[in-house]
């Protein structure tokens, strides 16, 4: 199976919040596509004088500091930024919540007084535990990295 179908079928049935969670696998297939398609035209000398200052670092693959990106290599560019953004601000919220109920949890059995609050305190830790380890949301993207 193509992996954009897999990643296609694996996200459909995961709900918005974890659709965020997936890189526009098409949409920056385009934009590498536009990107062969601009250095093929390099190639043949199809460019105009102005495209020519653009592509002249991107044909070669190689680009130093100040070396200007094509328009489809920059869109490119700016859509893999804008998933790693998403990614991160995904995982930042992750964390905060995993602090902010740690902290709770803490809290209550520094608080606790009797024997048994003091074990069903200490059995939802083995569970948040568990939900850390085993984070449920992240199940569907460990199955595409296996295939």
């Not at 939802?124 to 535990?129: A, G, T, Y």
Request: aromatic share 6%; hydrophobic share 35%; charged share 35%.
């Amino acid at each position: 199976m193509k992996f954009g179908k897999l990643l296609k079928e694996t996200t459909e049935g995961m709900g918005p919040e974890m659709e965020d969670l997936f890189v526009r696998y098409k949409e920056l297939k385009k934009h590498l596509k536009a990107m062969k398609k601009q250095q093929k035209k390099d190639v043949d000398g199809e460019t105009s004088l102005e495209d020519d200052d653009l592509v002249d670092a991107s044909a070669s693959g190689n680009h130093e500091q100040g070396d200007a990106l094509s328009a489809e290599e920059m869109a490119f560019v700016n859509t893999l930024n804008e998933d790693l953004l998403r990614f991160n601000r995904f995982f930042i919220d992750k964390e905060e919540d995993s602090v902010i109920k740690l902290q709770a949890l803490s809290d209550r059995i520094k608080g606790a007084t009797g024997a048994e609050e003091l074990q069903a305190l200490k059995a939802e830790l083995v569970d948040f535990h568990g939900e850390c380890s085993s984070d449920s949301s992240m199940s569907g993207y460990a199955h595409v990295q296996q295939q």
